[in-house]
C-alpha cells in the first residue's frame, strides 16, 4: 500500500521532471502553471498544493544540478595531488554531468537570467565558488611549470564553455559513448593549456584517472 507521504514525494518528483522538460523546451519565462500543471499531469489547483513559486522551483533545479556537482568536484580535488590530475578530472566529471543531465545542466546553465534577489544572489554564489575551483587548479598547474597559460579566468571560461556544450548536442548511442566523450575533452583541455610532463605535451592516456561515474552516479532528471 502506498502511504501519503509517498504519493507526495512521487508527485513532487513529476511536477520537477516536468519543470526540466518545460523550461528546457521552452524557457522559463515562456512556461505558465497552467502548462507545468498539464505536463504534470495534475489539475493547477493541485499544482499549487505541491510546489510554492515557479521560481522556487527553478531554484531547486539548480541547486540539485550545481550543489552536487560543487561537491563531487571538491571530492575529486582533495583525492588528486597534481594540477594535470585535477584538471581531467574536473573536465572530465563536467562532462559527465553535462551530458548525462543534459535538461536540467540547460537550464541550470540559461536560466540565470530569470531569478531576482536573494535567489540569484544565492545561487550565483554556489556557481561563483564552483568555477573558481578551475581558476585555482589552473593558477597550481601555471605556478608549478606544468600549464602555460596566458589569463588564467579566460582560460577557465573558455574550458566550462568547451566542457558545458555537451549538454547541446550530445546524444546516447551515437560514436562515441560519454565516457570516450569526457576522455576527448580532458585530452582537449590539457592541449588548451599547454600541458607537460617531463618536457612532453601531456595527454589523457597518459594518466590513471577514476572515471566519472565513480564520483557523480548516473543521476536521473
Known amino acids: 500500500?502506498?502511504?501519503?507521504?509517498?504519493?507526495?514525494?512521487?508527485?513532487?518528483?513529476r511536477i520537477r521532471?516536468?519543470?526540466?522538460?518545460?523550461?528546457?523546451?521552452?524557457?522559463?519565462?515562456a512556461t505558465g502553471l497552467r502548462e507545468l500543471a498539464a505536463e504534470a499531469q495534475l489539475t493547477p489547483a493541485a499544482l499549487y498544493h505541491y510546489m510554492g513559486s515557479k521560481e522556487d522551483l527553478l531554484v531547486d533545479i539548480m541547486r540539485s544540478t550545481i550543489e552536487p556537482l560543487d561537491a563531487a568536484a571538491r571530492e575529486t580535488l582533495a583525492q588528486l595531488e597534481t594540477p594535470e590530475e585535477q584538471l581531467g578530472a574536473l573536465v572530465e566529471l563536467h562532462v559527465w554531468v553535462h551530458g548525462s543531465r543534459p535538461q536540467a545542466t540547460l537550464v541550470t546553465d540559461t536560466e540565470l537570467r530569470a531569478l531576482q534577489g536573494e535567489?540569484?544572489?544565492h545561487v550565483v554564489g554556489i556557481r561563483d565558488r564552483y568555477e573558481?575551483?578551475?581558476?585555482?587548479?589552473?593558477?597550481?598547474?601555471?605556478?608549478g611549470g606544468r600549464f602555460e597559460v596566458d589569463d588564467v579566468a579566460l582560460t577557465a571560461i573558455g574550458l566550462l564553455e568547451l566542457c558545458t556544450g555537451v549538454a547541446h548536442w550530445y546524444t546516447t548511442g551515437g560514436k562515441h559513448s560519454l565516457l570516450?566523450?569526457?576522455?576527448?575533452?580532458?585530452?582537449?583541455?590539457?592541449?588548451?593549456?599547454r600541458a607537460r610532463r617531463d618536457g612532453d605535451f601531456l595527454r589523457r592516456g597518459d594518466l590513471a584517472l577514476p572515471?566519472?561515474?565513480?564520483?557523480?552516479?548516473l543521476p536521473r532528471d
Open 1 to 13: 500500500m502506498r502511504t501519503v507521504a509517498s504519493n507526495a514525494e512521487e508527485t513532487s518528483k
Open 17 to 29: 521532471a516536468a519543470a526540466i522538460e518545460l523550461f528546457a523546451r521552452n524557457g522559463f519565462a
Open 119 to 121: 535567489h540569484r544572489t
Open 132 to 143: 573558481a575551483l578551475w581558476r585555482e587548479t589552473l593558477t597550481r598547474g601555471v605556478e
Open 180 to 193: 570516450e566523450v569526457c576522455a576527448m575533452h580532458a585530452d582537449w583541455a590539457f592541449g588548451i593549456v
Open 211 to 217: 572515471p566519472p561515474t565513480e564520483r557523480f552516479p
